[in-house]
């Protein structure tokens, strides 16, 4: 698969899944970047879920929890903070 077609796959995967991860407790974003690993950015692209802050996972309850992958797309949890509009 080109790097073009990896791309595409990652953003229909997000188009199906988008609004059951924003209905997650503390996700405040979904998107597509790459993966970030002990604070860099890899070369590997993912779809990333956006949250505000890391629960640990047994604070989570099954429907809380973000899946690793998703139709063997990685899905990458990154911590943005609170979004706000101006």
């Known amino acids: 698969m080109s ?3 990896e791309w595409d796959q990652i953003r ?3 188009a199906r ?3 059951d991860l924003l209905r997650k ?9 790459r ?8 070369d590997q692209p993912c779809l990333v879920v956006m949250v ?3 629960v640990p996972l047994e604070e989570l309850t099954p429907e809380d929890r ?3 992958e998703l139709e063997g797309v990685c ?8 979004i706000k509009a101006l």
């Open 12 to 14: 229909r995967v997000k």
């Open 75 to 82: 899905v990458d949890v990154q911590v943005v903070g609170r």
């Open 3 to 5: 790097k073009n077609d």
């Open 66 to 68: 973000v899946p690793s």
């Open 35 to 42: 993966r970030e690993v002990g604070g860099e950015m890899t």
């Open 25 to 33: 407790r503390n996700v405040v974003g979904v998107g597509v970047g």
């Open 52 to 54: 505000e802050k890391k």
């Open 17 to 19: 899944h988008e609004a």
